[in-house]
């Protein structure tokens, strides 16, 4: 074999990959190359050829993706024509030269070879399918068809693709490649179904988990009752806000009155105070007891029987029917609600039932309580008003007289 010419070959195609390749070739690199080459050398070895064949087939190994630097359509007869020009310069014999463009022709992969050595050459362009970092050297072909914008693939997709490829559209020709690449490949299609598997199960479950989710009355039954719940709760912390708030206004201004206007009313001359002031008191202090009555709990028995549980009567989930209970009672008394479904939710109804009827009492006493405070407050400034009024009129008449 000319050393010297494959040593030329091989520094003309290492130059051409690596500075005239684009970019977005990802797998058909100088480094796809050199594992052709390789696994070219590895096979003329093994098989029984002659060195006219080993020579053609070593060219053609080196040669046979140059074409992707004149682009990816129709690559071999681009290769080809890179071969022909080279190889014509070196004065290779034109019909060794034919054969090489043969080999380069028949790494398509629609073609079905039909000599030892076009059979050779296309299980050496295989030979990564046997190679145990197949999962990482495929990834760079998915991404390569991605950026030239040839065909877009999930990683899953991509999976089930490269399991159809390995299982039923490629085969190694000869059986010097099976013995090398057979026995990883195997172990290389087990591992993408197990994958495969896995993933399907998880897509599954989680697709199934979307399903019941979407579809299950007892989830949007399980969410009404919470919203529900949730905003009556905020609706009694809303009113025990404002009941605070009142409460706090009343204190201060008895407190007020207490300490400017009352002490004021022992003299004589301040006696049109009285009545205005009782007023305005009156009303604070009933706007204040009702505030009160807004917010005060209700006291309930706080205990129930093992016959009311039986029957259904009693409402496990509002504390004032249990806290005077024993732990047991109260843990038996709930596993049997959690046994009955209808139980359970006839109590989630009746705790929002009851929650309704307090809130409706807390906010029928708010809307007295502010009633009652506007009308205090208009009442007792127009009392003001109106004594202070006729107390100027009768001062008048007092100095007029004198």
């Known amino acids: 074999m000319d050393n010297q010419l494959i040593t030329k070959i091989e520094e003309y195609t290492t130059n051409l990959l690596t500075n005239e390749l684009n970019e977005t070739f990802l797998y058909h690199t100088l480094r796809h190359t050199q594992q052709v080459v390789k696994g070219t050398k590895v096979l003329v070895e093994k098989c029984e050829i002659n060195d006219k064949e ?7 190994a080196f040669f046979h993706d140059t074409g992707y630097t004149k682009g990816g359509e129709n690559h071999e007869e681009k290769s080809c ?23 380069i022709m028949s790494t398509k992969y629609t073609y079905d070879p039909q000599t030892t050595a076009e059979m050779i050459i296309r299980d050496a362009d295989s030979s990564h399918f046997g190679d145990e970092n197949y999962p990482e050297i495929t990834e760079f072909l998915r991404k390569e068809l991605i950026l030239r914008d040839i065909k877009q693939f999930s990683i899953e997709e991509w999976r089930s693709e490269n399991i159809t490829l390995l299982t039923t559209k490629h085969r190694y020709y000869t059986d010097c490649a099976k013995s090398l690449w057979q026995e990883q490949k195997e172990k290389n299609i087990k591992s993408l179904l197990k994958k495969d598997k896995k993933d399907k199960k998880s897509i599954q479950k989680e697709k199934l988990k979307v399903q019941l989710k979407n579809e299950s009355p007892e989830r949007g039954i399980q969410t009404m009752y ?14 025990d806000s404002k009941a605070n708030i009142l409460l706090s206004v009343n204190a201060i201004i008895i407190s007020l009155a207490l300490s400017s206007i009352f002490p004021k009313l022992d003299n004589p001359y301040n006696k049109y105070l009285v009545i205005p002031t009782a007023i305005f008191i009156l009303f604070s202090v009933i706007s204040m007891a009702l505030s009160v009555l807004a917010t005060r709990p209700n006291v309930t028995q706080g205990e129930f029987t093992k016959k009311d549980v039986e029957n259904r009567k009693v409402n496990l989930l509002f504390f004032g029917n249990f806290h005077k209970m024993k732990l047991a009672d109260y843990e038996w008394a709930v596993g049997e609600l959690v046994k009955d479904k209808d139980y359970l939710y006839k109590s989630l109804t009746r705790d929002l039932y009851f929650l309704g009827l307090v809130l409706h009492r807390k906010y029928k006493i708010l ?30 008449l007092s100095d007029l007289a004198h």
């Open 54 to 60: 080993r020579k053609n087939l070593i060219i053609a």
């Open 81 to 103: 024509n890179i071969a022909r020009e080279f190889l014509a310069k070196e004065k290779y014999p034109k019909n060794q030269i034919e054969e090489v463009c043969k080999l």
């Open 226 to 239: 919470r919203v529900a719940l949730k905003n009556h709760m905020e609706l009694s912390a809303i009113a």
């Open 367 to 396: 809307r007295l309580t502010y009633t009652i405070f506007i009308i205090g407050i208009v009442i007792s400034v127009i009392a003001f008003g109106i004594a202070y009024n006729l107390y100027g009129n009768v001062r008048q």
